[in-house]
């Protein structure tokens, strides 16, 4: 496993607040923190854009915005617009969530041409395309990897931590492989512990999406005195999406879909010998 | 030297004289303050043959660097031997006390001799007085405080004995600043012993800082991370430590019925968040502590603090009571005698199961709660059967020709993990220098709430060393003296940025995680020349042969032999748990 020093570390990390209770006060401190720990954006709500901007001023820590967010259900013209807005505001990257909804279906052209609006409205701005992994199977996680690439996006990302699960490793890898080495890979959602974070990391990830970055940062500080087994991997089932699955979050095809997958795995039988 | 006063004075109950210490600058750099200088100090003045509570036996007041200064740092810890265990000892406690102390000018107090009569110390900045005692010996633990503030003023700080000192229980404990209590060993009774009944302090001498500044950001930045830590920052302010019980419960692993079982089906009924919807009045915070886990309860008799999670598990789950109101009473009226309640509790448990064997001649049942507060009260008072409780579980069931039903460590009572269901913890309950207690090591940390990561609870890989990690910490951190729960959100860099700031000290982390590793190794010489070894570093045989049949710890045991081999081995001790004479010379001591 890789190791970071902790403003390596800082510098993948969007420090993000994107409650829909969270004011001026929360986001004002969300900037003093990002200001004090170095961390390269905070990633707000477009409402906070430009507040947030204001309060950075002065400093190389850079703001974030999210678009069609979390459902990413808006039609294509308010998301161009609500990118373009942002980046108007101060944003110099924008988190967009697909239509989720579209990409089960299938209709890959509507879904590509979402993003090229988007990543056009928002020049120069950066633009990541959430893909809310936990509703996609992998071949669908595969194909709007490709689709997103093709329309220009310079990052994908996993979650908006809206959705039934965050971000998985093997999410991640299979992001990373369907990318590439040239486009991002952003994880979010969950990552909650440096655990998470060097998990993501050598997973192939190169930006982390969470609001616990000090956290991360300050348990970092811990592991260079912790032995090789805090960071060794943990039983594969742990920390795999088919076991996390939850009947009461998922709808019934993708429940049935990550059982299904499960029930195939070869390590099924280590992890319930393991714990029988 | 900045962070510091300057002065430790001895007093001599014997004699009634008073002696300042001198502290050398590089023992003060090897082991701090609190648990780390108390020990040097301990070690230097008394012996392995020393009697816990012989007149020769010190017993140890110490603040720390911090003290006074930065958040949760109000506390102090003592050290002396415990009559309990016959280890070193070292107790905590939070509050206000140790605060008051520095500010009236003293970092600790070194209590040696036995007065002749009962006495108390009260500490000023004008130094201190020996004072009669003689109308508030006897009173409990929240009259004494009551009285003595009357006599000076409502501002000072009290620590002190109730009725369980006095009585020289081995598990008395020592309460400060209304229930806030120094509890597992038995430092009461060593305070007994010496007929000291109380200590008052209060004072507003400014503390030196070498970097008033720097100290301002770095109290803002302690706040960010008490506040984002959902530990810190969420579960312990909004439900307590009784958070824990649902928790611990659900992992199968909360002692049931002297650790029988390890779910308990009546939880709900005594859990942070019943509390919440009954007893609970109000949160109380230590000295400067956003945190404030502290909870201000009211049953229909009378009103108090607590219960915390052990003592709701300890007069809870333990007897397999589930009537809090009955808890409460019993953790109130152990804080008024005075006595630790985990031990209390444990040992009670301890005797149900002996008379569920038949071999204890009182009827103590299960579940049935009716007497447990006159049980508690006939411990303090060494009354009827509380004669034989009061002996703690480990002589208790020698007594009765059952050591094995004792839930115990070097004869401190285990807490509320039951060990199958985190093999670190259990590594860490073995080895523990003051017994089996959770403070030395808290594995759970890791284990159960993920902080600062999760690791496999069930899994031996790995853990001597991070045991051993954890417990070098907790060493550090307690010579520091600051409360624990800092642990869940601060690492030993901030920790080490802490103490720099305050005392102008250039330490690394390293050099405060070896100042940890030293203590550690310390106490262990000092217990090794008591005659504990590797037979001492075991668990009760239910945990090593016996596994649970129900919940979410099931069929498991202790692995603890292969745990033990690779923690003697990193420690650099050997087969028996003695520190080399290599490891000595490393450490500096």
């Known amino acids: ?276 | 030297m900045n962070g510091w006063m300057n002065k430790i004075v001895e007093v001599n109950l014997n004699t009634g004289k008073q002696k300042t210490l001198i502290i050398d600058e590089e023992v003060r750099r090897k082991y701090l303050g609190g648990r780390g200088l108390g020990l040097k100090l301990y070690t230097d003045m008394c012996s392995a043959d020393t009697n816990p509570l012989d007149e020769d036996n010190a017993l140890i007041f110490l603040t720390g660097p911090l003290t006074g200064i930065i958040q949760t740092a109000g506390r102090y810890q003592v050290t002396s031997r415990s009559p309990l265990t016959g280890t070193i000892a070292d107790s905590s406690s939070g509050g206000f006390f140790g605060a008051n102390l520095k500010k009236a000018g003293f970092d600790g107090l070194v209590i040696t001799g036995k007065s002749e009569k009962p006495v108390y110390l009260e500490v000023t900045e004008e130094g201190i007085e020996i004072k009669n005692a003689m109308n508030i010996w006897g009173k409990d633990t929240h009259e004494t405080m009551k009285m003595l503030k009357d006599e000076s003023s409502s501002n000072i700080s009290v620590a002190c004995i109730g009725p369980a000192g006095e009585n020289l229980v081995p598990y008395a404990a020592i309460m400060n600043d209304k229930d806030r209590a120094a509890g597992r060993g038995g430092m009461g009774a060593v305070m007994g012993s010496k007929n000291l009944k109380a200590i008052t302090a209060f004072g507003k001498k400014e503390i030196p800082v070498s970097d008033p500044e720097g100290l301002k950001k770095m109290i803002s930045t302690i706040n960010t991370l008490i506040d984002k830590n959902p530990v810190t920052g969420k579960s312990l302010q909004l439900l307590g430590t009784s958070v824990l019980v649902n928790v611990i419960n659900a992992h199968g692993m909360y002692p049931t019925e002297n650790f029988k079982r390890g779910v308990f089906n009546d939880a709900e009924g005594t859990c942070g968040e019943k509390i919440a919807e009954t007893i609970l009045q109000g949160r109380s915070a230590c000295f400067k502590c956003p945190i404030a886990c502290g909870r201000k309860t009211k049953t229909s008799k009378r009103e108090g603090e607590g219960p915390e999670y052990e003592t709701v598990w300890a007069f809870g789950a333990q007897l397999g009571i589930s009537d809090l109101e009955t808890i409460t009473e019993a953790n109130y009226t152990c804080n008024e005698l005075g006595l630790d309640t985990i031990t209390t509790g444990s040992t009670i448990g301890c005797a149900m199961e002996l008379y569920e064997k038949g071999v204890f001649p009182e009827k103590l049942e299960w579940g049935d709660s009716s007497n447990l507060v006159k049980l508690v009260e006939d411990i303090a008072y060494k009354r009827g059967i509380g004669k034989d409780l009061a002996l703690g579980s480990k002589k208790l069931a020698e007594k009765y020709g059952k050591p094995e039903l004792a839930m115990q460590v070097k004869g401190m009572e285990l807490p509320a993990y039951d060990p199958r269901g985190a093999q670190g913890q259990a590594l860490s309950y073995a080895t523990s220098n003051r017994g089996g207690c959770h403070m030395q090591g808290y594995l759970i940390s890791p284990e159960i709430l993920g902080s600062p990561v999760f690791l496999d609870r069930y899994s031996i890989e790995g853990k001597a060393e991070i045991v051993a990690l954890f417990q070098d910490i907790s060493a550090a951190v307690d010579s520091l003296v600051l409360c624990r729960f800092l642990q869940f959100a601060i690492s030993i860099d901030t920790f080490k940025d802490m103490l720099n700031i305050v005392t102008g000290l250039n330490f690394t982390e390293d050099e405060l995680l070896k100042v940890g590793t030293r203590i550690y190794n310390l106490e262990r010489k000092f217990n090794s020349e008591a005659g504990f070894s590797r037979k001492d570093d075991m668990l009760p045989p239910r945990f090593l042969e016996e596994v649970l049949t129900e919940g979410a710890s099931r069929n498991r045991v202790v692995q603890l032999d292969e745990m033990l081999d690779r923690y003697y081995k990193l420690r650099g001790w050997d087969k028996n748990g003695i520190p080399s004479e290599e490891i000595m010379k490393e450490l500096g001591i």
């Open chain 1, 1 to 276: 496993m890789k190791n970071f020093d902790v403003s390596t570390l800082a510098k993948m990390i969007d420090h993000t607040e994107l409650k829909s209770n969270s004011g001026e006060k929360k986001i004002k401190n969300l900037c003093e923190e990002a200001k004090q720990y170095e961390f390269i954006s905070v990633c707000v709500n477009p409402a906070n854009v430009e507040f947030a901007k204001k309060q950075l001023e002065g400093s190389d820590v850079i703001v974030c915005s999210v678009v069609g967010f979390p459902l990413g259900m808006n039609t294509t013209e308010i998301k161009a617009l609500e990118a373009k807005k942002a980046v108007e505001q101060g944003a110099t990257e924008i988190d967009m969530v697909i239509n989720v909804g579209a990409m089960r279906d299938g209709k890959h052209d509507y879904i590509r041409e979402d993003i090229k609006q988007v990543v056009q409205a928002s020049a120069p701005a950066h633009v990541k395309v959430i893909l809310e992994t936990c509703y996609l199977t992998d071949k669908e996680i595969i194909k709007a990897c490709e689709l997103s690439v093709e329309a220009g996006a310079h990052f994908v990302k996993t979650s908006t931590g809206f959705g039934a699960f965050g971000s998985f490793e093997h999410h991640v890898r299979l992001m990373r492989e369907t990318v590439g080495p040239d486009i991002g890979v952003k994880a979010s959602g969950g990552v909650s512990n440096f655990k998470d974070a060097m998990r993501m990391i050598n997973a192939g990830a190169t930006r982390l999406g969470t609001s616990a970055g000090i956290l991360i940062l300050e348990g970092a500080k811990l592991f260079k005195f912790a032995p090789a087994a805090w960071l060794e991997p943990e039983i594969p089932c742990h920390t795999c999406p088919a076991r996390s699955a939850s009947m009461a979050k998922l709808p019934k095809a993708l429940y049935q879909y990550y059982t299904n997958m499960c029930l195939k795995c070869d390590h099924r039988e280590k992890y319930n010998k393991f714990y029988e």
